[in-house]
């Protein structure tokens, strides 16, 4: 009698799990159906290609970023902060179906990037080269993007402030920031810690760390959310002000700006072990959680405080991006299984209600996310780093239940 019980129980146990790894499937098949039709749009509409209208001499336009409002797709070129995203796709796509024409896409248009090495007018070289080359590197261990890495991180160094303790993040608006530190910045240390590791030099993780312990003394409001903007004093290292750029106002919690600063001291604790990084985490992931206005599909509006909430664009990409943060803070944290459950339930909601049907929006796999609300602009459409942590998500998701490591 037990044994029939155990054998039934067994059959409904891996029953469940197969159709899980079927769902998947399908989901990472319809992924690839839907990128290949982006390829085709690529193909098809260089002469609506947009680039930087300011630069007389048009770059060379390198990958996907989003559509118009009037559904037209956007490319930009390498300079855009978005621009390693979607050879980051590439190289989840080849990893998740292990298949060489996506290793063989993802190889070329992580080539387009690769003069981004050496541009030190931003601070967004992490997102550009970490998601392309990063992601290459730790697939391939081609040596050629190894070194592509450590002459990134030694560029992005370069706008280090040691009076600040934080890298400067943009250089334009001079007239209303003397040295801004934007939340978003977290992302970028990640870059720096892999070139300390394939060095053994120092130097970035000492940057990273430093970054990353004043921006959660600055940053961070007793309730664990974040500002967007921390502007300091570039010769005391004093802070001048707090502020928004991207948020409803200088109080509000900008909805990517919270998910940012989740994956930020998540990955932060991962390379160093530092118990504050991990607590740290805990709360943002504790805000984000309970707050109030988090819809019941968990996928965030485009500010917590936005006015006329719910009347207003949710983001898919902070959904995106607080997903795959809460897989990986699962693996350390002492509410690891509500965390897990929690990525599921956000992934899956992604997947049902914000997916783009294939062969529609120019390709892109999400839609309903939201660039900057305050400027109007790339309100409630596809964006490619929603798509790349989307895809980051599901490959996390099915290495965790597969028990596989995740790095
Ligand atoms: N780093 C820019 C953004 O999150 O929109």
């Known amino acids: 009698m037990k044994t029939g019980i155990l054998f039934f129980l067994s059959f409904i146990f891996f029953g469940a799990l197969t159709s899980g790894a079927q769902e998947l499937k399908k989901i990472i098949g319809d992924a690839e159906t839907q990128t290949s039709y982006l390829f085709e749009r690529i193909g098809r509409s260089k002469a609506l290609w947009i680039s930087d209208a300011r630069n007389k001499k048009k770059p060379e336009v390198v990958s996907p970023r989003s559509v118009t409002p009037d559904g037209k797709l956007i490319m930009v070129a390498s300079k855009d902060w978005t621009s390693g995203f979607f050879a980051g796709e590439l190289w989840y796509l080849y990893e998740l179906t292990g298949k060489d024409q996506w290793k063989a896409n993802a190889e070329a248009f992580t080539a387009k990037i690769e003069h981004e090495k050496v541009n030190a007018g931003t601070h967004d070289m992490g997102f550009k080269i970490y998601c392309s080359f990063g992601n290459g590197y730790r697939l391939t261990k081609n040596g050629d993007y190894r070194e592509v890495i450590i002459q990134s991180a030694k560029t992005l160094a370069k706008r280090f402030n040691p009076q600040t303790g934080c890298i400067r993040s943009w250089d334009h608006s001079r007239d209303k920031w003397d040295n801004p530190v934007i939340i978003d910045n977290m992302m970028n240390l990640e870059l720096l810690f892999e070139a300390s590791k394939l060095t053994n030099d120092p130097t970035y993780s000492k940057i990273a760390v430093s970054h990353a312990n004043t ?193």
């Open 215 to 407: 921006t959660m003394k600055n940053h961070y409001r007793p309730d664990y959310s974040s500002w967007h903007i921390v502007d300091y004093d570039s010769i005391t290292g004093k802070v001048l002000k707090k502020t928004t750029h991207q948020g409803f106002n200088n109080e509000s919690a900008w909805s990517r700006g919270q998910a940012w600063g989740l994956y930020g001291f998540t990955m932060c604790y991962r390379e160093t072990k530092d118990k504050k990084y991990l607590e740290q985490a805990e709360k943002i992931a504790g805000f984000i959680l309970n707050h109030p206005n988090l819809p019941k599909d968990l996928i965030p509006y485009w500010d917590f405080n936005a006015p006329d909430i719910p009347n207003v664009p949710r983001d898919a990409s902070a959904g995106a991006i607080t997903a795959s943060a809460l897989y990986e803070l699962s693996l350390y944290s002492g509410q690891g299984k509500h965390y897990l459950e929690i990525a599921d339930q956000i992934t899956k909601n992604l997947t049902m209600g914000y997916r783009s049907p294939v062969g529609q929006n120019e390709g892109f796999i999400l839609i309903h996310s939201t660039g900057s609300k305050p400027s109007e602009s790339e309100v409630d459409v596809p964006l490619n780093y929603a798509d790349y942590y989307y895809l980051e998500a599901l490959l996390r998701q099915k290495n965790l239940h597969e028990k596989k490591s995740l790095f």
